[in-house]
């Protein structure tokens, strides 16, 4: 392994930084990659070569057991690997992506809030602009008046669950809610492919964990009614 990389550095005049990063990299995480690929540190081996091209600098590795009764990967060991090296490599691009993406929740959330806010003022009035969601909210205000417990998504019933979740779907289709939102997906789209290479599934907002606080917002909202 160290003659390898005394003959690249050799021949790569002018690029020996980066090659003794990517060099240092590699040795870091060598026990991580051999737990991802089911080898023992004892038995680990690999060889690596450091391309760097002008827009496309990379690394071809080998990796091999020396006990031909051990390694072999899964999509889950994969994914493992390229989530350590992409954590350490990308490490400031991931914290800014991170940062945009927690900043794009919170407008998801907001804007969510005020549409519903917002419908429920015209409901008062009687001149909603969504029918829909002015039926759906009325409904789960009458399930709410007899439902014994915590009124928190968590607690409900399925079929109470899928009343807030058609609401939340609906509330979705309203303009600023739905620009916000596929503004979070792309940001997450740009994420994910540091780490996995399909393409990720766009859900429905009902369907994404991370909006909860949306379910309960509309619970909230439907119990003052």
Request: glycine residues 4%.
């Amino acid at each position: 392994m160290g003659r390898l990389w005394e003959a690249l550095r050799y021949k790569a005049s002018g690029r020996k930084g980066k090659q003794e990063k990517a060099l240092a990299l590699l040795l870091a995480h060598q026990t991580e990659l051999a737990q991802a690929m089911k080898i023992s540190p004892s038995s680990f081996r690999w060889r690596a070569a450091f391309h760097d091209e002008k827009h496309h600098p990379h690394i071809h590795m080998m990796i091999w057991s020396a006990d031909p009764k051990q390694g072999y990967l899964t999509e889950k060991g994969i994914e493992k690997m390229r989530s350590q090296l992409s954590n350490e490599i990308f490490r400031d691009e991931l914290l800014a992506l991170y940062q945009q993406k927690n900043l794009s929740y919170s407008q998801v959330r907001d804007a969510a809030t005020e549409a519903m806010r917002r419908l429920i003022r015209e409901m008062e009035t009687g001149l909603c602009h969504s029918p829909v969601i002015e039926t759906e909210m009325e409904t789960l205000a009458k399930i709410l008046e007899n439902h014994q417990g915590k009124k928190v998504y968590g607690y409900l019933k399925k079929p109470v669950k899928a009343q807030v979740d058609a609401i939340v779907d609906e509330l979705a289709k309203v303009p600023e809610v739905a620009e916000c939102y596929e503004q979070w997906n792309q940001l997450r789209d740009e994420l994910e492919r540091y780490y996995k290479d399909a393409p990720r599934e766009h859900l429905p907002l009902s369907r994404q964990k991370e909006f909860k606080a949306i379910k309960n917002m509309v619970i909230g909202e439907a119990e003052r009614l």
